[in-house]
């Protein structure tokens, strides 16, 4: 089963943030909060991940609490590209306990 | 540069026949992953494949899933005997490193009728 909790569904209006929640209350120390997004037809997309520290890169911002229970990811100015189904993530990442346990994702949309 | 490539992109079988899915990585990654996804879920864990060999096979649902990556690089998936519950979106995704960032291919669309 998914460590992660999302909600099902959000909606953003066009050029404003969009922020998407994510419950792991049982994160391990060592797991990493992993983003992946899929837009619809096609294959999912990695978007970000993050230990401990906010993470920032040209697709979007991982905010982690320091507790590490939940994080939101933040697309700064949402686009019409953006709509798509958003997945939050936990895992190792290293060694061979590598396999991705997807949960049901939030659906995005992006509304102009 | 290329990404991660599946063939066919669909497939339509008949109930009980044999099929294979195939999945080209991205040059020089060393790890590769098939899941499923069926409408409205999360994909589904099958295999990974750490070079040519199967680092762990638990998502494979039963012995009628196979896998191999005889080089190192393509993979094939073989499922024997297709039931309809075996419709589903196969994805394969590829890894270069670490730090688990997947780079996911199109899918095949399997359809068994």
């Known amino acids: 089963d998914a460590k992660t909790t999302q909600p099902p569904s959000m909606d953003c209006a066009e050029g404003r943030a969009a922020n998407l929640p994510c419950n792991h209350s049982t994160i391990s120390g060592n797991e990493y909060v992993y983003w992946y997004r899929q837009i619809h037809s096609q294959g999912p997309q990695y978007i970000i991940h993050?230990?401990?520290?906010?993470e920032t890169n040209e697709m979007a911002s991982l905010i982690i609490t320091e507790d590490r229970k939940s994080s939101t990811l933040i697309l700064p100015h949402a686009t019409l590209r953006d709509t798509a189904v958003y997945y939050c993530i936990v895992n190792l990442g290293a060694g061979n306990n590598r396999k991705l346990i997807w949960g049901l994702g939030t659906s995005l949309a992006v509304n102009p | 540069g290329a990404g991660v490539s599946q063939t066919p992109s669909n497939k339509v079988t008949e109930k009980g026949k044999y099929v294979e899915l195939r999945c080209d990585p991205i040059s020089g990654h060393t790890a590769l992953y098939w899941y499923r996804q069926s409408l409205g879920q999360g994909p589904e864990f099958l295999i990974y494949f750490q070079g040519t060999g199967a680092a762990d096979d638990s998502g494979l649902p039963n012995d009628r899933f196979f896998a191999v990556r005889p080089e190192g690089s393509v993979s094939t998936l073989k499922i024997q005997r297709t039931e309809r519950g075996d419709s589903a979106v196969y994805l394969c995704?590829?890894?270069?490193?670490?730090?688990?960032?997947?780079?996911f291919g199109p899918g095949t669309r399997l359809t068994v009728l």
């Open positions: 993050g230990l401990k520290n906010n």
């Open positions: 995704a590829s890894s270069p490193g670490p730090y688990n960032e997947q780079f």
